[in-house]
């Protein structure tokens, strides 16, 4: 004789949301840490929005407006310090420069449209960015740390191309 057991007090929908606001409140919690550690840098600027950046080498250029296109070179780290992404690795692959549009509607994360504007062209920073100005609730409230080097910027499209799109068949 068999024996099956149904969990009865929780349904398969209140067991994620129990389990996402558990991984939601250690992220928020490890978060903190991270950024009243970066806080705490000598020489960081500390923003009222909560995002801290640290210059690790100044730049010598101008700085880019939040609606240019930037060329950076990155290393996203989690709360943790573990390597989530980096665009030094990729760039094995691809061969080129990652070039990002800073605006909100090209994609990236409202802590990037706030933080690369007060970068230099050829300087390298540490931008330490709370979880709500980065993927927010739908990235597990997850705060995150950029490596960037500011390698190049212009007026948008001018580093960024629009994607044209595809003709049927392959034309």
């Known amino acids: 004789m068999g024996c099956t057991e149904t969990d009865t007090l929780f349904t398969d929908d209140e067991k994620r949301e129990l389990v996402q606001g558990f991984i939601g409140d250690l992220n928020v919690e490890t978060g903190n840490k991270m950024m009243a550690k970066a806080k705490a840098l000598p020489g960081v600027q ?98 995150l740390c950029f490596f960037i080097e500011l390698v190049d910027f212009g007026p948008a499209g001018s580093l960024v191309k629009p994607q044209q799109p595809q003709m049927p068949g392959g034309m």
């Open 46 to 143: 500390v923003f009222d929005n909560g995002v801290v950046l640290q210059t690790i080498q100044e730049g010598t250029g101008g700085s880019p407006s939040e609606a240019d296109d930037v060329a950076v070179e990155y290393i996203l780290t989690n709360a943790l310090g573990d390597t989530v992404q980096s665009s030094y690795q990729m760039k094995t692959m691809t061969g080129s420069t990652d070039a990002v549009p800073l605006s909100l509607a090209g994609g990236v994360i409202p802590g990037w449209t706030f933080a690369v504007p007060k970068m230099k062209k050829g300087g390298k920073y540490r931008a330490y960015i709370p979880w709500n100005l980065a993927y927010g609730e739908q990235g597990g409230k997850e705060s």
